[in-house]
């Protein structure tokens, strides 16, 4: 039978395991009887999104007053909320597409699991945009299918617009990318099935997949393809939701710096997401051996790298405001550190800059506890970060007759709260009910590790 | 089973299948038979085993241009979609900006381009396997619920008349393989 024995570099996978073992520990776990902490974990998840419909439901009954949305600040909450859940979305596609193109086989573990988030924090983004358009019902204008008023269509010109195509793309192409890399391992659940129920189900969701030759060699062109599609397409998603902000003429949004900037924040929070969740689920269901510490590591040096990108893109927003000369320029930064969200923008500095940092020494990054926490205050701040970037920049622009004050409603934090029990609900389901390591890609790497 | 028997036998012959313990017996194994002179073969591996592709004699998937061609499709498309919306059929002042230009096109033609492409890839990947399919004669093999866990199964298909099954299970048994079987449509 195929073993793999320890080669010389820390193995990704941990110990003599069979190809069989890779296939009962991760198909074991759709296949056992529901754990009493999964039921606990959904019933919270399901209250907080049924939290969320019930605030959606009260918006659009009573109003988008509901909102503490207010002229200046016309996007606040809810478009904070969108570029986060965006953004965290894309360490999924990094880990699936482009660290496949590179060759980085330490991806195979957590890929499947990292393109499941990429899909659920998509769904959660869409919400905001949806809801604050103000009458959702109305939202297919957006797209160039006829409606009520013949020959009325969008303008194509608008930032705005190019993100509607974006963010649709990127949910499309993030979910077929996910079915294709999970027709095997549906086949695999196929064949284990024992009841009727889960023979029909994992049945038609495989195809009739049988692992043929010929089908393989289709199907990784397939996969190269969709690598190599999905890799420019993630770096586009957040340059062009950075253009909803750099293509206006508002200081501290009116920035060149933005689409890079935005496209490392979006890897720094999504990384730091998928390490919040993956310690807890290798943690609960014993994957330890096939979600290595050498898998945590990596992760952390990508937080640690994209953080200081991030760092660095704050320093430069300062520099050039005092570099152009601009007057309104300069205010919207000295606002920003030390006007009334000033908190806020500490808070992002202290979250995103100063915690990674730990990550230069060993000690923390191989640290379980110590990642989990680093990366819940990634989150946190890069929060905050698109907070500070919206809420800051609008409140006082140029009129100080003009400016204004924004306070979230309970609502907003409602919202908020709910859009993260969608997530984590959807995040439950999937890993009941589907493989969430790739077992078909942990073989193949297995074997050529062996051969190697 | 003869010749004759098969022709005149209902269900016909698929091909005969035998198990093989790794892929590097199975690759051997393929090598041995194609120089037996058995050129149908077809293997059922729970991975893409490297080399496989070669030894069986498979060509490179074609589905890179298909892909290509959607992709071309998707960007002529957006771009037409663009100037004839904002220049011909509702032409509209914004900022002074013109009805149509090719700087603010680019975002939506770089995303329907790539929409595009990928759904010709996955449906083009399903086209050419012909799946969804839900049945195959190869299901029929007792070990084949095991070529989606570690085992890998070898096919020697029927491949027109002169295909004799109990030589193409001899010649499997010589080569290595396990549980030989004959595995009818």
Redesign the interface.
Known sequence: ??TVSRPAETPLVLGEV???DV?RSVAGIVEAKTPRAWWAAFAFTGTLTLVLIAMLTYLVTTGIGVWGNNSPVGWAFDITNFVFWIGIGHAGTLISAILYLFRQRWRTSINRFAEAMTIFAVTCAAIFPLFHVGRPWRAYWLF?VPNQWS?????????L??DV??VS?YF??SL??W??GLL?DL??L???ARSRIRQIVY??LS????????????????YL??AG??T??VL?VHS?VS?DFAVSILPGWHTTIFPPYFVAGAIFSGFAMVVSLMVIARWFFGLEHLVTMKHLENMNKVMLATGLIVGYAYAVEFFIAWYSGNPYERFAFMNRALGPYAWAYWTMVACNVLMPQLFWFRKVRTNVPAMFVISLLVNVGMWFERFVIIVTSLHRDFLPAAWGMFRPTWVDLLTLAGSFGLFLTLFLLFVRFLPMIS???V??MM??EE?A | MSVEQTATMAPRVYGVAAEF????ELLEAVRKLRQRGYQRL?????????G??EA?G?R??P??WA?LAA?LTGASGALL??WW??AV??P?V?GG?PYFAWQ??V??T???A??L???A??L???A??G??????P??NHKR???????GFLLIVENDGPAFDAARAAEALRAVGGQHVEVLEE
């Open positions: 039978m195929a069979t190809l069989a296939t160039p020959g009325m269509w969008p303008n194509f010109r608008s930032p617009i190019w195509f974006a793309t499309t192409v077929l990318f079915y294709l095997p086949a695999t196929r064949d284990r049945g038609v195809l009739g997949w049988r692992g043929s030759a010929r089908h393989w060699r289709h199907y990784e062109m397939a393809l969709l599609l999905s420019p397409l586009s062009i253009f077992m078909s890609e073989k193949a074997a050529s051969a | 313990q790794s892929p590097a077809d293997a059922l591996t729970p991975f893409p085993v490297h496989l592709d069986l498979l490179r998937s589905l890179g892909a992709g979609l663009q919306t904002g059929a509702y509209l914004v900006k603010p096109s975002p939506v770089f995303e329907l790539v929409l492409a990928s759904f890839a996955v083009g990947m399903l050419l396997n799946l969804p399919r839900f049945y195959h190869a299901s084949y619920p095991r070529v989606s866990d570690d």
